[in-house]
Structures are given as C-alpha cells and as structure tokens.
C-alpha cells in the first residue's frame, strides 16, 4: 500500500491503458501527454525504441499547435534520444 | 373510516398531522368535544364549528346502524363498514327440494304436511351435517346449503354430491304419511358470503353470486330422486362419481346454456388420487433418488426382508404419484398388492381404508344382493385359505348378514375388536406366502384409530414376510413406528427451478406458453408439482396474456385466478385460522414480504394482537419470520396461499386496505416509498386513488430512467398512461399525457430504439396532444428541458437517449430548425461520452444547418443562441483532435458573437466552455481570464452554478505557486455545493483540477480520494471524455 503521503504514480501499464482509450476518441492531446510520460518512464530499457517510435507518430498527426509546449517536449525528447 | 380522509373532506386537512399525533382514530372521533379540539389544536372558532357539527353527524349515523343491527354501538361503529367481513370465496351450494310438494299441500291436512316438512327438513340437517355441509336456509320445503363456507375442506364439491345421494337415500326411506322423494341440484363457484344479516332466528348466512341461482335452477331440471350437478362441480369430482350426461341446458336467468350432469352413485374407484387424474398422470419429474430407494426396499422385501416406507409430505408434494410410478415400475414382475386409501370424509369409521379395500377386491357392485357379496366374499376368503371363524368376522367386518353359512360367535366387543385384527392379520400372511406383496397404505393423516391400530401391528408384522409396506401421510401425522430397523422414513421435498421448468414443458406440451406467464409459475407454485400443474393448466385454459401482470409491485391480482381444483384446499387453510384469518388477509394485501411494523399500522388491531396472530400464523406455517437489518419481517410461505387470502377479500376492503398502505408508506416510510415509489404506486391504483397512482407510477418511473432499467420504466409510464384514460378528459389530463409521453420517450429510446415504431407511436401523439393543447410549440421545449437537466447532472447515458429522442423527433418533424439543436445537443452528449470525432460531425452539422437570422429566435426558447453554443462546444472537439490553433480561433469567434449578441445565458455558456478549453490547454493566464469574466457576468444575473465554477477556477489558478490553504478550501466547499446541487456535470473535471493543485503542493494524501471520487462519478454517469483525461491529466 502506498504510504499516506507518497506522490502517486502510474505504472507503464497504466500509462499504455491510457494512450490507448486517448487514441480510441481520437483525442490525441490527453495521448501525447500519456505517450511522453511513457517514453520518459521507459528510456533506457528495452521498450524505450518503440515507445519513442509510438511517440513520433503521435507527434506527427498534429498539423497546428507545433509550439504548444506539450508539443515542444514531446519533440525535445525525440531529438535528445536520436543524439 | 379514514380520519384523514374525513379530515381533508371537511376542507380541514391541515389538522391531519395533529389527530394523528394525539391518536385521533375512528373510534374516538365520534366523542370528541370543544375541549377535545382545543387541546388538539384547533385554534379557529369556524373551524372548530365545522368540526362539531361533522361529528354530531357522524355520532347519529354510528347510532343508526346501531340500533339497526341491534349491537352494541362499540362493535358497529369500529372501523369500517357493516358488510367488511364478507368474503369472495369458492362454495359448492346445494339446492335441495321436495318433489311434488304443492300436490301435496293441496291433498294433506296442513297439520300433517306441517309433520311431513318437519321431518324432510329434520332429514336434510342430519345428512347434510354428516358430510360437514351447512344449512344456510329453509324455504318451506327447499333448502339451501353450502359447502366450502364457513369452513372449507379440501373435497368440499366430492362431500357435496355424496351429500347429495345420501340425501336422496334418506328422503325416499323416510317414514311418513305418504312416500317422498327429493331432488338435488349442485353447483361451484365464487361467490361473496356476507356478513350475517338480521339476528337471532331469522339470522341468514347470505351469498351473492351466480352460484346458488344455478344450483336452484339445476334442482328444478333433475329427475325426481337424482342429483344434477354443474360442470364446475364436476371438473372438482373427477371421476370419483359415476354420471349421467344431461347435455347442455338452457336455465332461466343464466347467460349461456350450461352443461349439467346427473351423479349417480358414488364410483367403485381404487384411489383418490387416480381417480382424479382420470386423464392420465403428467409424466414424473426430479424423483429419480426416491424411485430408486423404494426400488432397492422392494428388492430387500422380496427376500423376504419385509420393509416399511413412510413417505411423507405436504400437499400436493406428490406422495401418491410416486406410489403410483413404483406400481408402474414393478408391473411387469410378479408380485401381489394391497391398497388402503383413507378418506377425509372418514377419519371416524372404523377401519374404513380396510373395509374398501375388501369390497373391491371381493369385486362387490351397487346391484349385488347382499347374498350375492356373501358369496364373493366366499371366492375372495378361498384365496387366503381362511379359517371360518375369521370369514365370519370379516364378513361381519363389511357388515353383511351371517345367513347361516358362517359360526355365529358370541365375543364381547373388545374381544370381537382383537379377533378381527387378528384375522386381517392373518390374510397378510397367508397372501404374502406365494408371491412377494407391494402394500400401499395412503392418506394415512385421515386414518380412523381403529385402521391405525391395524396399521401399527402390521408395521411389525411385515418385518418377517415378503412385504413392502409403503405409507404415505403429511407433516401433520407422526407416525409412532420410526426407529425400527425395517422402516425408512422418506420425506418428499419441494421442486428446483428446473424441475418446475421441465413439469411446465410437459403439462404445455406443443402450446405456446409466454415466458412472462411461466416465470408467474415458477413463482407462484413454490416447487409444488401439484399447484404446478394445476396453474399451468388453469393458465392454459384461461390463455391469459395478463398473468404475467401479476407480480409487479409483489401484489397478487385477481388476473390469474387460483385454481379451482386448489382453491378448496388452501381456503380451508385459511378458514382454520381463527381470528387470525383477518390479519393474513390484510398481509396479503401487503405483498409477499412485509414487516410487522407497516402491519401494526395498516390494521386496527392492537399492537400486542397483531404479535400474536403473527406468532400464530407462523405456527401455523402460513407465515415465515425474517429478521432484516432493523425490523422483524415476515413472509408467506406459500405464493397461492397469498393469492387466496387477498382473493377472499372484497374489492371493497381490499381498496381501503391497499389505500392504507399506501398512506402509511408514504407518512411513516418515507424512506420505502422513495425507493420503491412502484410499491406506493401499485397500493394507490388497487386502491383506485387515480390520480395519486399515477403521479406515483411517473415517480417510479423516473427513478428507473435514472437507474438505465429501462423496460421497468416503460412499464411505469404506460401504467400512468393506463391510469390517466380512466380519468375526466380535459387540459389537465392532456398536459399530464403529454408530459408522460415526453417522459417515456426517452425509456423507449433507449429499450426499442428510434427506429421502433412504438417510439414513432409515442411521439406523434405527444405531437397530437401538444396542438390539442393550443400549444404545438411546446413538444420541443419540453423535450429540450428534460435534455438539459439530465445533462447539467452529469449523467450522460441517460442524456445520450434524449438527445437523440430529441434529434429523431426532429426528424419526424421534418423540422430543420429542430434539427439545429437536436444536432447540437446531440454534439454535445457524444462529446461527453466520449466519442471526439462524432461529436465534432454533429456540431458541425447543426452549424451547417443555422440559418441567420431566422435561426436566431431559438435564442430565447432554448436558452441559447444555437449557433454560438455549438462553437462553444465545437472549440473542445477540435482541441482534444489536436487541432489547436483553431480551436483556439473558434473560442474567440464564439465569445466575441455572444459579446456582441448581448444575450447573458448565451455568454455565460460560451465563457463556461471557453473556460474548460483553457483548462483543457492548460494555460493559467487564460483561465484566469475567463474565470474572472465568467464570474463578473454570472454574479449580475445570479446564476449560481457559473458563479460557483468561476469561483473554484479562479481559487485553483491562486492556489498555484501560493502556500495559503484557503483557496484549496474554497475550491472544495465549492465543489461540494455543486454535487449538493446535483450539478455533477462540472463536478468529475473539477476534481481533477482539484487534485493537481494538491499534488502541485506535495499534498498526496487527499490526492488518490479525488481521483477516486472522480473515476466513481465517471463511471455512474458514463461521463466517458474525462475518463481519458482523468488520471492523466492529473500526473502528466
């Protein structure tokens, strides 16, 4: 059980459960916020590559908004991944 | 008489409360005085006027029925109305008559024909008391008598018609001045007994109904020395009479030609039970473990093991069919039988199972001369190798003459009594020496204590011959022999669900059977094969679609009829109880369950009486006690005996009984009858309170849209709808319609579907009545309000069928203007529920579709400007499908239309939704913004909810990057004035914000009981499009 004052957190799991209900409604706001929490959580491991794949092509849908700053990281972090 | 009734009649019933409070019943009402009404509370001098001078009233009328009925005025005036205790019930009546009595009057002296009455009258008492009849009433020389009334038995028609022949039989032996003759005429059916009427001599049992009309109008049609029995009685009879066809009457005064029966004499039969089932066994059904241990006793027995089964059971268990599938299941090996069938009509005759036994194996008839059954005997004795001495006993036994064939034996009777036993005894031995024996001994709780005595020794005979011994019996016998090692004690239990099923399917065969009407079934007959099978087929024979009515509420209706075949057996239950018959008819009324507490106050008995009839009603298995969370309850233990307690009640008391419930439900169980308004509401229709029931059943109804049971509620409205016809037609009832029908639009949507035509049914008559109503503008508004509720409470599943039921109408309609906001609203739910890309589709259809200016009055008639409240909702749309840079533009267009249309509700919307947009992006400047416009304009005009998101969005945006508390506790109490509101609809987004703001601050502990209180929200109200956001949108 978590400690009365522990932040919570969501495990990878949870994040993918989200991205996937987010993608279902086509929201893809709420999914790029999910899928950058995710790829963060995964870097360094085996999934880190294809979360940073999933992560790219969320990014590519978007056509406006490019400097929104969930957009910005989302991109920071693709780039600091391919350096 | 109901107190407040009587109140609210005076035009005084804003003293109900206060009567009730100083326990103000019937009773007392009548002596109150100025005091009296003074201490209770009656300020006004008029009204205290009017009050007195209502009593005085009702005092006289208390003393006229008084003195009327020559009682004491404490009996008469108690409650309710002289004829309360009269009952509907199943009676066979019988009219008998002398034949030929105005000839005779003319021809005697009428001293003598004064003799002659006398004596027939005497005769008529005599054997009619015999068989437990009851004489309600001479006429000269006609009289009428009952059975099933005042106490019913469960052979009632079979007692009747023996009574009947025995009549006949003892007229025409009648020692009188000239030879009479008698005609009897029977029939059954239901009829209401009333309360005694006038007193002393002239005292009369009267019954309303067709029933005794028939009897009479029988008796006129049968031969002289003949009982004519109706089909009803025969259907009772089974074959348990030989009969004569007398074809199809026409009779005076009865609508259709009835077809009559002569009885001839009593049938030769072997078993009741066979004899009652002349048209063949319903195949056995979930026996299979007690077949095969009466299988493996025989087996033993014919070892020459001898074996005893004691197989007992309640009614009906199916005691004797099994007897009868083991005689089946043995027939083909070689073996001897012996059955004794007791009777209920004997249970004092001597060895009577024994003595019937005898004469149809000596194969005796109605014709033989008692030479002849001497001589039968003689044949039948051979067998047996008989010793003379027991030949003479046994014949003396069947009461035949000695003439001379057999010893004379001088025995005292005791001694007589021992030697008969011994020599039955002895034919068991010598019987059972050749061939194993099969010994069925039924009905044993009616044995008489002479067969009993016999029955004992040969329980222990049997132990060294080839015998299996089965006796069957009900709870109520205890048999004395348990214990030993020989007898096995069998108790037949109840049916399973899928027992009952299969017992259906076979009593149905290849007719159709509604499975609405075989669930009542299942219900009703508590895995009784033989209620089973009796309803089923009485089910069948009525073909009744309403049947399936019946259990809703838990009140029995008179719908589906207890079977008649039944209907004897569970009346005499009943009428055995005593005083406490009246309470489990009030309990019936009740419901299948009840607590003793809404007992206590729906009767006029006394707390402490009620208890006891309680407790005695448990004794005598008709109740059984539950104990709930906080009151003792009681429930019936079997459904029919329900049914014929409330069916024995006249519609007259059944309505004030139903009508008392419904007023206590409602008075002191407030709790119940919001929960369960159907209950409340089914009380107020039985009880005919018509417009009460239907503003219950729109209760019900509501409150079973909102728990998505929509077939329930379909069901509720259409009652409504059912209930409003039988009131007076005009404005009010047709604006209640209409409501009704804008309510159960949206049940129907979401059972049948749009497309049904019941829902297109529903609607264009809704259309009807609002142009009859002088007001065809007002479909559509109605529609659109109960939209707009449903949706600021956040319940989205519920909103998703009205705006659809909104939209289809609109395209009945035809109507494009409809079509805007039907689209819009419609943009709206799907948005909410979750489904983005949908949502933007119908947004954007309605705006395509807006038409300016025409378009522009639906401004004032539906809250807001159409096209600018679907910009509002269509900025969100294309945010979460990541078009932000235009959903951006889209906010600020819309906002600056609603800026410069001026219409508050159209700007406050727009704000509210431009505000979660900014929320949405997550851009504090912006909220802030907004917030702060939403709060200013809101406060103007007093608009609560607004103002109260304003406030919290406002306080979140302080809280952030700021140590005081205070604004996180205004986020919350605002947050709870809206849930208190029942403005959920904003509540699961804010609690999101909430619950960023608290982790912004490193305050984890309240954190996961927001989210928790949020996901819970989303999942009740389907509130899908946060779901995505929720836990997300806090921790990313």
């Known amino acids: ?83 | 008489m109901d107190v407040g009734g009587w109140l609210r009649s005076l035009g005084l019933g804003q003293y109900e409360a206060a009567f009730r409070k100083n326990e103000i019943n019937e009773r007392v009402l009548p002596s109150l005085t100025q005091e009296d009404l003074k201490e209770i509370g009656v300020g006004p001098v008029g009204h205290r006027r009017v009050l007195l001078d209502a009593i005085a009233t009702l005092r006289a009328e208390a003393n006229a029925k008084a003195s009327s009925a020559d009682m004491p005025p404490s009996s008469r005036t108690r409650g309710t109305p002289p004829d309360d205790r009269a009952e509907r019930r199943q009676v066979t009546v019988m009219f008998s008559d002398l034949v030929g009595s105005t000839a005779l009057s003319a021809r005697m002296d009428p001293e003598d024909l004064r003799e002659v009455i006398s004596v027939y009258q005497k005769c008529v008492t005599e054997t009619v008391a015999r068989f437990g009849g009851f004489v309600a009433k001479f006429m000269g020389d006609g009289v009428l008598i009952y059975f099933g009334y005042p106490q019913a038995h469960e052979d009632d028609a079979e007692r009747a018609v023996r009574a009947g022949l025995a009549l006949i039989a003892a007229v025409s032996d009648l020692k009188t001045h000239a030879p009479l003759q008698a005609r009897v005429g029977i029939a059954t059916g239901l009829v209401v007994v009333g309360d005694l009427i006038g007193s002393g001599a002239s005292q009369e049992q009267v019954i309303v109904g067709e029933t005794p009309n028939l009897a009479a109008r029988l008796q006129s049609i049968a031969e002289p020395n003949s009982v004519a029995i109706a089909e009803s009685t025969r259907r009772l009879v089974g074959n348990l009479f030989e009969l004569g066809d007398l074809g199809a009457k026409d009779l005076k005064g009865i609508t259709a030609p009835v077809r009559a029966w002569a009885a001839l004499r009593a049938a030769s039969v072997e078993s009741r039970f066979e004899a009652m089932h002349a048209s063949g066994l319903t195949e056995l059904v979930g026996r299979e473990e007690e077949i095969e241990l009466l299988l493996r006793r025989w087996s033993k027995a014919k070892t020459g093991e001898g074996q005893v089964v004691l197989l007992s059971g309640e009614p009906g268990i199916g005691k004797s069919r099994l007897t009868a599938a083991l005689l089946d299941r043995v027939a083909g090996e070689p073996h001897a039988r012996l059955r004794y069938f007791c009777s209920p009509q004997h249970t004092d005759s001597a060895l009577y199972p024994i003595i019937s036994q005898m004469e149809r194996a000596a194969g005796f008839t109605h014709e033989d001369t008692a030479q002849a059954k001497l001589d039968k005997l003689d044949a039948l004795l051979a067998q047996s190798f008989t010793s003379h001495q027991d030949a003479a006993l046994l014949a003396e036994m069947l009461s035949l003459p000695n003439d001379g064939r057999y010893p004379t034996l001088q025995l005292m009777p005791q001694q007589r009594r021992q030697k008969t036993l011994e020599a039955l005894a002895a034919q068991l031995a010598a019987l059972s020496q050749s061939k194993p024996m099969l010994m069925i001994f039924e009905d044993v709780h009616w044995i008489d204590p002479t067969s009993l005595e016999a029955l004992t020794r040969t329980v222990d005979q049997v132990r060294t011959l080839g015998v299996l011994l089965v006796v069957t019996f009900r709870p109520e016998f205890e048999p004395q022999w348990i214990g030993q090692p020989h007898v096995t004690g069998l108790t037949v239990s109840r049916l399973g669900h899928r027992e009952i099923a299969a017992m259906i399917d076979r009593v149905v065969g290849n007719k159709a059977l509604a499975a609405s009407i075989r669930q009542v079934i299942v219900e009703r007959t508590d895995g009784i094969p033989l209620f089973i099978e009796e309803m089923t087929k009485a089910v069948l024979e009525a073909g009744g679609e309403e049947a399936a009515q019946r259990s809703v509420g838990g009140i029995p209706s008179a719908s589906v009829a207890v079977p008649a075949s039944l209907h004897a057996s569970l009346m005499g239950r009943l009428d055995r109880l005593g005083w406490t018959k009246e309470l489990a008819q009030i309990s019936a009324v009740l419901g299948p369950e009840f607590s003793q507490e809404l007992l206590t106050l729906v009767t006029d008995m006394p707390p402490l009486r009620v208890e006891q009839g309680l407790k005695n009603l448990v004794e005598m298995d008709f109740l059984v006690r539950r104990h709930g969370k906080s009151s003792v309850g009681y429930a019936f233990r079997h459904a029919l005996v329900q049914d014929v307690a409330y069916s024995s009640l006249l519609h007259s008391r059944r309505r004030l009984v139903h009508g008392r419930v419904a007023e206590v439900l409602r008075e002191t169980f407030p709790h119940i009858a919001e929960s369960q308004p159907e209950v409340v509401a089914r009380h107020m229709t039985e009880a005919r309170l018509l417009p009460d029931a239907v503003k219950w059943w729109r209760k019900a109804g509501h409150r079973s849209v909102r728990a998505s049971s929509n077939p329930e509620a379909i069901e509720h409205f259409s009652r409504c709808l059912q209930l409003l016809e039988q009131l007076t037609e005009g404005p009010d009832r047709t604006r209640e319609e209409l409501e009704i029908r804008i309510d159960l639009g949206v049940p129907l949507f979401g059972s049948v579907g749009y497309m049904a035509p019941e829902f297109a049914a529903n609607f264009n008559r809704a259309l009807e009545l609002s142009r009859e109503s002088n007001d065809a503008a007002k479909l559509f508004p109605a529609l659109w309000a109960q939209w707009t509720t449903t949706f600021s409470s956040g319940d989205m599943a519920t909103s998703e069928m009205m705006s659809l039921n909104f939209l289809r109408g609109a395209e009945l309609q035809e109507s494009r203007a409809m079509l805007v906001i039907g689209h819009r609203i419609h943009g709206m739910t799907t948005l909410s529920r979750g489904d983005v890309r949908g949502a933007r589709r119908e947004l954007e259809r309605s705006l395509s579709l807006y038409r300016d200016p025409d378009d522009n009055d639906l401004t004032y008639l539906y809250g807001q400007n159409q096209r600018i409240a679907a910009l509002s909702y269509l900025c969100l749309a294309m945010q979460q499908l990541g078009y932000l840079d235009q959903a951006l533009a889209l906010s600020n267009q819309a906002i600056a239309d609603a800026t410069a249309l001026g219409h508050f509700n159209t700007q406050g919307y727009c704000l509210a939704q431009v505000l979660r947009l900014h929320m949405l992006r997550r851009d504090p400047a912006s909220i802030h913004k907004t917030a702060q416009e939403l709060a200013v304009l809101s406060e103007q005009h007093s608009a609560t909810s607004w103002s109260l998101v304003a406030r919290i969005a406002l306080a979140l945006t302080d809280a952030a990057g700021s140590v005081d508390t205070t604004p996180l506790e205004t986020v919350r109490t605002g947050i709870q004035e809206l849930q208190s509101r029942g403005w959920n609809y904003w509540v699961p987004w804010l609690l999101l914000e909430e619950a960023r703001a608290l982790l912004a601050r490193r305050d984890y502990g309240p954190v996961k009981r927001r989210l928790d209180e949020a996901q819970r929200l989303i999942e009740t109200n389907d509130h899908r499009l946060v779901s995505q956001n929720c836990t997300i949108c806090v921790l990313t």
């Not at chain 1, 709420?30 to 950058?36: Q, V, Y």
């Open chain 1, 1 to 83: 059980m978590q400690a009365q004052n522990e932040a919570p957190e969501l495990t990878v799991l949870e994040f993918r459960r989200a991205v996937d209900i987010a993608l279902a409604q086509d929201a893809i706001v709420p999914a790029l916020r999910a899928m950058t929490k995710l790829a963060l959580l995964l870097a360094g491991s085996s999934e880190s590559s294809q979360a940073l794949v999933q992560l790219a092509q969320i990014v590519g849908r978007f056509s406006e908004g490019l400097e929104s700053s969930d957009i910005l990281m989302a991109n920071e972090l693709l780039h600091s991944a391919k350096l």
